[in-house]
C-alpha cells in the first residue's frame, strides 16, 4: 500500500517551507493552494486572499472529490462547479505513484479565463512533480519556493508571448507587451531590439538621457553579430577591449540574431550587477523569444503590405467612381486632410474621450475616400446635372449613401477577416456622411450621437469642400462664406461640439483649402499629403 503524503511530509520536510513556496505563487495566479492526502483530507492550506474555496474534506465538496477521483489517474484534474470558482488537482507522485493531491484555486479575478485557468492546470502539474521529488530527497524544501517562482515565470513568459503576437495588434503593443515580459522574467535591466530593414529599434525600458550611449552599444553588438551571425554571451562587458568604454553601466550582455524576411537584426540582453552573470538557460530562453518575434515580424510586414495593396486597390476605385463627377478634382485628397484636422484637434483636446485614439485619427484619414463610392451607381445625368435636381432625381442621388455602405459590407463579409477597421470605418462614413444632428439627414434619419462619429466628422469635411469647390451647378464660396454657413448648422446639421473643433482649427482647414486648389501636379500633391499625413498639425488650437 502506498505512503499516505501526511507521512511523507514529517519525514522529508517542513510543513511550513511548503506552504511558503505556494504562497509565493499566489502573487501570481492563485488565490488559495492545499494538499490533500488520499483519504480526501487536508493537511494544510495557505491562508486564502478572499473567501476560502477549499473545505476541510472532500465529503464536503462532491465536485472536489470527483476531480480528485480523476486526478488518481495520474493526470491533471478540474473542479469547476456551475457559477463557482474553478480548482485544478494535481496529483503528488513518488516512485510508487501518488501519494497525495496539490489543489490550486485561481486569483478570483481571473478565474474566468481560459489562459489564467490552462496557465494553472500547467503550474499544477509543475508543482505536483516538484512536491513529489521533495517527498522522496530527490530536492530539499528550502529550494521549492525559488523552483517554483523560476517555472512560474517562464510559464508566464510563454502565455505572454502566445497573447501578445498577435498580429490584429499595434506593433508598438505587442512588443512593450513582449519586451516588459522578457525582462521581467529574465532580470534585464535593458533589452535592445532592432530590425534595421524595419527601420525598427526598442530599447527598453526608455531613457532618454542615455540615447546616444545605448546607440553606440547597439551598433558595436549588431557590428559584431553581422560579422559571424550567431548567438553571443559576453559575461563582464568592462573588461572586454571591444566595450569597456561604451559599455558602462552594463556588466553582462546576450545578443541573439532575430531574422525578420532574411533581413538580420537582434535581440540583446543587458544586466549592471557584476555577480549577475547570465547562463546558459537566460540565453536558451532569449533564442526562443527571438524565434517567436522573428515569425512575428515577419507576419506583420507581410500582412502590412498585403493591407497596403488592398488600401490601395479601393482607393483607386473611390477615385474611379470620384472621377465620373467632372469637377471634384482632388476632392478625395482634401477631404482626407479635413477630417484629420478634426479627428488630431479632438484627440489632442480628449473632446469625445476614448473614443478618439490616434489609430481612430489615422483610420479616417485612410477611410474617409470611400464615402462616395456609392456614386459609381448614380447615373451620369443626375450626377453631372448642371442644373437643380427634381425631387425625383434627388431620391435617386440619395441611394448612393445605401449603395457604397452596402458595397464595403459585402466586401468584409467576402473577405472574411473579422473585424477590418478600414473597412469598418469606411463603411460607417458611406452611410452616414449625410445623416444631420437633428435627424432630418438621409438614409436613416439618424440623430444626436447615433451618428457614427466618423460619419460627423465627414459631415463638416464633406460640406465644407462642397461649399469652397466649383461644381457644374455652382462657383466655390469663399472660406468665409463656407465658415458662416458650418456655424448656422451648429446643433442642426452638425455635431455642436465638431463645429466648434472646425473654428478652433480653420486656419488649417483654409491652408489644405488653398494648396489643394491650387492646380498643382498630381505628384506634388501626393508629397503635400505625405508630408501632412506624417506631421503633426501647427496652429491656434492644435496640439502637436
Known sequence: MLENVEDLLDRYFDKD?????VEGLQ???????????????????????????????????????????????????????HGETPRVIAPIMILEGPAGFLVLAPRLERAGTGNALQRLETLASMCGALFG???????TGADLAAELTARYEELSLVYTLTEALDISKPEHEALAIICDAVAHTLGADLLILEVPALGHCTFYPDSPEDT????????????????????????????SEKYARIAKPFAHAACVPLTVDNDLGMIALLREDPQDRLFMGDVKMLEAVSRQLSIFMTNRKITSARKQLFDLTIFGLARLAESRDMETGEHLERV??????LAEYCLGHGIFGKEVTPEFVETIFSSSPLHDIGKVGIPDAILNKPGKLTPEEFELMKQHAIIGGDTLRDIEHRLNWGESTFLTMGREIAYSHHEKWNGTGYPFGLNDDTIPLSGRVMAIADVYDALTSKRCYKDAMSHERARTIIV???????????VDAFLACEEQFLQVCELLHGGQSSEETARFLR???????QGPGVTP
Do not use: M
Not at 517551507?17 to 513556496?21: G, M, N
Not at 482626407?336 to 484636422?341: A, F
Open 531 to 537: 508630408h501632412f499625413a506624417t506631421t503633426p498639425l
Open 27 to 81: 502573487a501570481y495566479c492563485a488565490n488559495e493552494a492545499a494538499i490533500y492526502d488520499l483519504r480526501g483530507q487536508r493537511l494544510w492550506a495557505t491562508k486564502p486572499e478572499s473567501q476560502p474555496a477549499l473545505p476541510a474534506t472532500v465529503r464536503e465538496d462532491a465536485a472536489l472529490a470527483g476531480a480528485i477521483e480523476q486526478a488518481k489517474t495520474l493526470r491533471t484534474a478540474v473542479s469547476a462547479p
Open 488 to 498: 448656422e448648422g451648429r446643433g442642426a446639421h452638425f455635431d455642436p461640439r465638431l
Open 17 to 21: 517551507l511548503a506552504a511558503s513556496a
Open 336 to 341: 482626407s486632410s479635413y477630417c484629420r484636422i
Open 212 to 239: 546616444e550611449a545605448r546607440q553606440q552599444l547597439a551598433a558595436a553588438l549588431l557590428e559584431e553579430l553581422a560579422a559571424a551571425p550567431r548567438t553571443t554571451a559576453t559575461n563582464y562587458l568592462d573588461q
Open 133 to 139: 521529488e521533495a517527498l522522496t530527497g530527490k530536492r
